[in-house]
């Protein structure tokens, strides 16, 4: 995904991001600002302005009940009913195309990025794509009131009966904790967190089988954090999918099976929430360093800062600031993680031995010697895990233990 600039000058935003969403599962995606989160989950869902050229592919199973798993004749991309996945591959560039809707031989699954307006707004937006927007303030309508809005959007979705609506609207915004005196309110009346609260009050409506939650928890204090993750946890473990875009870490870890971190444009490392929070921990450096960025952790910030995504260097984009970079990794850029969970570096962190394992000698090592890494939580079930870089207390949802363990 490039944005063309003047000039000719192309700005790469999202290049060879690669990630399957499963139906029930959350994936955190994580990493610094301008890395291109927020880019990817507006490419979902055709909100890339005019200047945006998109390519690749981004599918998602239009019909969500049953088992089963479908292909697009790559096995990487097996998938369960439900599930989104998206690739959005570097080199070719073309206009989103003004394309029909579903690839031949697969009538129930439909490709976002290639999904003409028409589609996008009658079937896609609210409905198998749900969106909390990054800048709920901006995404409320002016004019009308919080109650307006969601009476609207229930009516729309759910169709109750119309002596239900009003119910049916309160009931949404309890959903997202928004407060029921406040209904009346216009948007310029709410505060950033209210109005945060109002988006994803309306972005749970109808329950779209896919949810991109962009920054749901920017402006809210720790409790609502709490409550709001709680939320997104819930609507996974009623088997939607969800896809967390976040820089609130403590979050991430409430909520998320999967993690991905993205680093100027690309998904540098995938893992399984558990690992990567716990042991055996982050493989790639630049996710360590965001962990030990954390005040509960090391308290240390990565040196030097991100490149310019309109002069990306020949390989890792992350080697001026990594202190295991080698001449290779300025020269050739590391093949992306699996789909099952890996590092892009050509020098991996060694895993961090578990704490209830008996003490082992270090693997050894082919590359540098290991840095030292954070210290390792032990690895415990999701209802009694800790929030290791934050020190808070993750006290599970009850639905929330076995879908993080069976990640
Ligand atoms: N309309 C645009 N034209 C040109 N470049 C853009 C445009 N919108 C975004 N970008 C580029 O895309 C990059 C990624 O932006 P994006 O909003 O996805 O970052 P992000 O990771 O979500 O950051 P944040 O967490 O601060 O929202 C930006 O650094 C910027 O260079």
């Known amino acids: 995904m490039r944005f063309r600039m003047r000039r000719g000058a192309d700005v790469a935003a999202v290049t060879g991001a690669s990630f399957d969403l499963a139906a029930g599962q959350c994936l955190a995606l994580v990493g610094e600002s301008g890395c291109g989160k927020s880019v990817l989950a507006s490419a979902l869902l055709g909100l890339l302005p005019g200047n945006a050229r998109t390519t690749g592919t ?36 073309s206009h989103i195309r003004p394309s029909p ?16 307006e028409e589609t996008l707004a009658r079937r896609v937006r609210g409905r198998l794509v749900g969106l909390v927007p ?29 002596q239900d609506l009003r119910a049916a609207a309160e009931a949404a915004a309890g959903r ?17 967190g209210l109005a945060q609260r109002a988006a994803l009050a309306l972005a749970l409506v109808g ?10 928890t920017t402006g809210l204090d720790r409790d609502l954090v709490n409550r709001t993750a709680d939320e997104l946890r819930r609507h996974a ?40 929070f716990g042991t055996p921990g982050p493989r790639h450096p630049y996710a360590a360093g965001l962990l030990d960025a954390l005040p509960t952790r090391a308290f240390r910030t990565i040196p030097g800062a991100p490149p310019e995504l309109g002069s990306l260097p020949a390989g890792c984009a992350f080697a001026p600031r990594c202190h295991r970079a080698t001449a290779t990794c300025t020269t050739t850029l590391p093949a992306p993680p699996a789909p099952t969970g890996g590092a892009a570096c050509h020098h991996p962190l060694e895993p ?31 209802s009694a895990r800790p929030a290791a870089h934050t020190g808070l207390p993750v006290p599970a949802h009850p639905d929330s233990t076995e879908a993080a363990a069976d990640a």
């Open 352 to 382: 961090t031995p578990a704490t209830t394992a008996p003490a082992a000698p270090a693997p050894a090592s082919t590359t540098s010697p290991t840095p030292p890494v954070p210290a390792p939580a032990s690895v415990r079930p999701a």
């Open 237 to 276: 473990d009623s088997g939607r999918a969800v896809l967390l875009v976040t820089h609130d870490l403590a979050a991430a870890e409430r909520t998320a099976d999967r993690v991905a971190v993205m680093y100027a444009g690309r998904i540098v490392e995938l893992s399984d929430a558990r690992d990567f």
């Open 207 to 216: 329950d779209a089988p896919v949810l991109l939650a962009d920054e749901p």
């Open 58 to 93: 981004a599918t998602v199973r239009t019909t969500c009940r049953g088992g089963g798993a479908e292909t697009d004749g790559d096995p990487a991309t097996a998938r369960p009913a439900g599930s989104a996945a998206a690739r959005l591959r570097p080199g070719l560039r």
């Open 101 to 116: 809707r579903h690839a031949p031989g697969a009538p129930d699954l439909l490709d976002l990025l290639a999904a003409d």
């Open 134 to 162: 990054q800048s709920p303030a901006a995404h409320l309508t002016p004019v009308r009131t919080v109650r307006s809005q969601l009476e609207e959007t229930v009516r729309e979705l759910c169709a109750p009966a119309r």
């Open 176 to 192: 997202a904790a928004f407060p029921a005196d406040h209904l009346d309110h216009y948007p310029h009346q709410l505060s950033g």
